[in-house]
């Protein structure tokens, strides 16, 4: 099925960022959310990062404006329904997604696929609340979706070959590099990058070292463009926390038991870039 117009449920930093890299690509997009000030919010976001590609001369301003052209702000999931393909960017709860599933499955056209954006929650279980499973799918993208160039696509014991290379050549035609993981817990990505973010954590609770260096030690030193306590704090304490739980809970090992002090800042509403604090002020 050719694939025209884009749904994507959620309009917070993954959901704008996927709207954004859809809508620059040339296709419609339906994003949908909870309430107008998120979608008023994420569209704002959407608006400030072409600018920034204008500005740098990789857009241009008729350009940008054809992309916001494309964006569709509602509150009503029912105009999702004449959607080729949804992506789901909801909050990172298996009930919310599950309830999700259900309703896009009983609303969508039996040939759309239905994709899920999250960095943890077994894509298996979300299929299995629909009538299409072989149609489901994980399409991981990583934040900030405009600039990061990989896309984790996740199958599911469900998901059918023909699915998979869909989803695959879409990613690559918004200029993304994707790579294929089974449905496991945290998949690929998290379940190597959470212990280290958890165990940058322990390493700052246990006074090893102060955060500043611990992330300079982590990118002089490993390579990386960010240190774990930075690169937490842009993904959200909140969100390591409970994919750290997915990972200990899916894998039946304490080892990836969240960080007290993790624990301590979502407790205290520190959850990083998205609060203004985390491991840092912002």
Partial sequence: M?????????????????????AKAGYQVVLNDVDT????????????????????GKLQAAEREAALGRIERTTDRKKLAGCDFIVEAA?????????????????????VILSSNTSSISITKLAAQTKR??????????????VLKLVEVIRAVQTSDETAAAITALAEELGKTPAQANDFPGFVSNRILMPFINEAAYALMEGVAEPEAIDTIAKLGFNHPMGPLALADLIGLDTCVAILEVLRDGLADERYEPCPL???????????RKSGSGFYSY
């Fill in 2 to 22: 050719e694939i025209k117009k884009v749904g994507v449920v959620g309009a917070g930093t993954m959901g704008n960022g996927i709207a954004h890299v859809f």
């Fill in 37 to 56: 000030k998120f979608l008023d919010r994420g569209y704002e976001t959407i608006g400030k990062n072409l600018e920034r590609e204008v500005a740098k």
């Fill in 91 to 111: 909050t990172e709860k298996f009930e919310i997604k599950r309830e999700l599933f259900r309703e896009l499955d009983a609303m969508c056209r039996p040939e």
């Fill in 133 to 146: 499973p072989e149609k489901v799918i994980g399409m991981h993208f990583f934040n900030p979706v405009p």
């Fill in 262 to 272: 993790l624990r301590e800042h979502v407790a205290a509403g520190r959850l990083g």
